[in-house]
């Protein structure tokens, strides 16, 4: 291998992607072109290159990286365009000259050794000192991580992740056991730290490997909904990933139970293997609800049929049977389960339940699992709603670099009865974290529609919980007459039914439009979009409209849709600033959405006045601003907020034009438009269908071959969750354990 020394005087190509990078090398003797993964290369620096020379048909002679590494410059024109180059944070061209102008060859030498005399220069003080000297560490340590990992397809965004977490041991931990990165570094699975570990020799019968593998298998289950496998499954999975014995995998198993890392419980002669968190949550779901449905809370001494009354007299309402029981349960009972579809008065039912409390001088607390949810129940109501994350207070506790809930068992939410719409997106996790912050004592309300999709986290908790038929339900099903003027609303029914719908009916809100092929389908969605549905109903194209998609890869899934959609609704434009990242443009004016909870990002309004923290999955943006020199995105959220994105965090961003109907749960646009097409069987189902259908408030565009939609109407094929909530719920009740 051959080494050379340069400094890099342009960037031809970079990949941000793969590192993949393109450049020019100058030295004393010439100028050569280089060629390799260099994700973390500027202009001005000075590194060595290992490498090979090469002959590339178009471009001719060039150099071909295997390996870099940064050179301290020792001229003072080097010193000053690597000082000025930005890789380190503090120091700017005009500070750059003046720490050169002082300090001369020694300059990096001071910086690495003796930080403090840079004091000795205008503008610096302890504060700017530290931040130099933290960047100039951290640009070092970042770049060995880089160098070292790069070849094994780990990006320089989750180098920067294993730097936080192992410091300068990242490189000793990784060689000493690869699969420590799956286990504590998000994002980063098995596969990857498996590739590592194939290539430094590690054998395939290792029980590191096998164990990791197990967890591996487990936590890919969580994305099916499992909170659980059964171990013949577990078995047959992790023996395909891992290609070894049933017995090398049943004896990690005991060691990982053991480890407390998985719990083995024995159901009807089965075996069932769980993650932990997920035994705890599950039997912690049963337990709490047991307190809550046990306790004799205080009672209110009302009489209400008369409370009823006044609250409809007072509203101008009059509530159906269903929907009278419905507040008697809540008043009555610790615990009770109110369901129904669209146009069945859920909302008018919540509202009478909180008068009726208030009236009685009861606290109330409304909450929902996701922002927009949330939002909409205190826009129907006209008190506020959090999100359920928001309600338990997301935050770190004392000497611990984990976020956690603060209310729990030890500090409860202060509250008499606790309303929690659209149980249905809540998983078994977040349930339980709810349940344990919750005294004996306090009515619970959960209010959901159990037809729509289940939660994207394990667990089918809402559905578990009315099959189990140990919690007080009541299923609204009365379509009001005003309801009953939608199509939307009758139509969302007519699916639930497995019936054809009424479709094009003149005047209504509910229309089908017949097209054959992927492209036919695609150009009628953008003309729709982009000019038609705007003109005729006077829409604002981005905030009124919601393409909703069931995959996101093919022609008319949500990335595609999203990069086709782009061009029209917000094209580039000479003044408009745009970024490219990992395949995608930013724009000024894209339609974004938060696609992970981010309990503490911070937000502020424009004039400063007024700021917060979290943004949470789901919440829809608009990019404000680009800020190209310090590599940030500005978006804004609820009109309001404004929230900065370091280009290392746009991976929790994606566009928006279109949205997967998984990430519409709990949102509600005036305008929806589904494209109907092929798609794997299970995205072809009627609550798939049910669910994109009633996030509309005012109109329901398809668009596709009628086929699929007859399709999807009759395949009311719902894929099992491995789930024990419904049985553990009624074992508890058949020992007496129960009173209900």
């Known amino acids: 291998m051959e080494r050379i020394e340069g400094m890099i005087s342009d960037i031809v190509f970079k990949n941000e992607d793969n590192g993949y990078t393109i450049a020019h090398l100058a030295n004393s003797d010439n100028e050569i072109v280089i060629v390799g993964c260099m994700p973390t290369l500027s202009v001005g620096e000075s590194i060595e290159v290992e490498g090979k020379w090469v002959n590339h048909k178009t471009y001719g002679t060039q150099f071909e990286v295997n390996k870099f590494m940064p050179v301290t410059p020792s001229s003072l024109e080097g010193i000053y365009v690597y000082l000025s180059s930005g890789m380190i944070h503090g120091i700017g061209e005009k500070m750059a000259k003046r720490i050169v102008d002082k300090f001369g060859v020694d300059t990096l030498n001071i910086i690495q050794n003796a930080p403090e005399r840079l004091k000795e220069v205008d503008g610096i003080g302890s504060k700017k000192i530290n931040q130099i000297v933290k960047s100039y560490e951290e640009n070092r340590e970042l770049r060995n991580i880089i160098i070292e990992l790069s070849p094994y397809g780990i990006s320089p965004n989750y180098c920067m992740r294993i730097y936080k977490k192992y410091k300068n041991k990242a490189i000793k931990i990784i060689n000493e056991n690869p699969y420590k990165l799956a286990e504590d ?10 590739n590592i570990a194939n290539k430094i020799g590690i054998e395939k019968d290792s029980k590191d490997r096998v164990s ?12 099916n909904g499992h909170t659980y496998l059964p171990k013949n499954i577990l078995l047959q999975e992790a023996s395909k990933l891992l290609e070894v014995e049933f017995t090398i995998i049943e004896e990690c198993i005991i060691s990982l139970a053991y480890d407390q890392k998985v719990h083995i419980e024995k159901v009807n002669g089965e075996q069932l293997v769980y993650l932990i968190p997920y035994y705890l949550s ?12 046990q306790f004799e809370f205080e009672n209110l001494n009302i009489d209400i049929e008369e409370e009823i009354k006044y609250v409809e007299e007072e509203n101008n309402i009059k509530l159906a049977q269903n929907q009278s ?6 008043i009555e009972n610790g615990v009770v389960i109110i369901t129904g579809g669209p146009g069945t008065g859920k909302t008018t039912t919540i509202n009478t339940i909180i008068k009726i409390f208030e009236n009685n001088k009861k606290e109330v607390i409304l909450a929902a699992p996701t922002g927009r949810a949330a939002k909409r129940m205190s826009e129907t109501s006209g008190k506020e709603a959090k999100t359920i994350h928001r309600l338990l207070e997301m935050g770190y506790a004392t000497d611990s670099e984990e976020l956690q809930f603060m209310k729990n068992e030890e500090d409860p939410i202060a509250a008499d009865v606790i309303i929690i719409d659209e149980v249905s997106m809540v998983d078994i996790l977040l349930m339980y974290s709810l349940l344990r912050a919750i005294k004996p004592g306090t009515r619970v309300i959960l209010v959901g529609d159990s037809d729509q999709l289940p939660s994207v986290g394990a667990g089918n908790v809402l559905k578990d919980m009315i099959e189990s038929n140990v919690i007080n339900v009541v299923r609204l099903n009365e379509i009001f007459r005003q309801a009953r003027e939608s199509m939307i609303v009758v139509n969302a029914h007519k699916i639930n039914k497995g019936e054809p719908l009424f479709l094009n009916s003149k005047g209504k809100d509910f229309f089908f439009l017949r097209k054959g092929t992927n492209e036919e389908v695609m150009q009628e969605i953008i003309g729709l979009v982009n000019e038609r549905l705007p003109k005729f109903y006077k829409l604002d194209k981005l905030k009124d409209i919601q393409i909703l998609s069931s995959m996101r890869k093919g022609d008319l899934g949500v990335t595609n849709l999203n990069n086709e959609l782009q061009k029209y609704l917000n094209p580039p434009q000479k003044f408009k600033v745009e970024e490219n990242f990992q395949k995608r443009i930013f724009r000024v004016g894209d339609k974004v959405m938060q696609i ?29 601003h680009i800020d190209k020199d310090n590599k940030k995105i500005y978006v804004l959220f609820d009109q309001i907020k404004i929230v900065d994105y370091g280009y290392d965090e746009l991976d929790e961003l994606d566009h928006s034009f279109c949205t997967t109907i998984h990430k519409s749960q709990g949102s509600e646009f005036p305008v929806v438009v589904i494209p109907i097409t092929w798609a794997p069987p299970m995205l072809l189902s009627r609550n798939l269908l049910y669910t994109a259908v009633t996030r509309a408030k005012k109109l329901v565009v398809l668009v596709g071959d009628v086929k699929y939609l007859e399709y999807m109407i009759k395949n009311n094929r719902i894929n099992d969750r491995y789930s024990n909530l419904s049985y553990k ?12």
């Open 282 to 293: 599950e039997n912690g779901v049963c337990k709490q609800i047991i307190k809550l449905a």
């Open 325 to 330: 029981l419905a507040v008697k349960e809540a």
């Open 212 to 223: 990791q593998g197990i967890l591996y298998t487990l936590n890919q289950s969580l994305g």
């Open 596 to 624: 992970k909870n981010n309990y503490t990002k911070k937000w502020e309004n424009e004039d400063k006045s007024d700021s917060g923290e979290g943004i949470y999955n789901g919440d829809i943006g608009y990019i404000y």
């Open 185 to 194: 570094i998000r994002g980063i699975g098995f596969k990857i730290a498996d």
């Open 729 to 740: 719920l009624n074992k508890f009740r058949e020992e007496g354990l129960l009173i209900k």
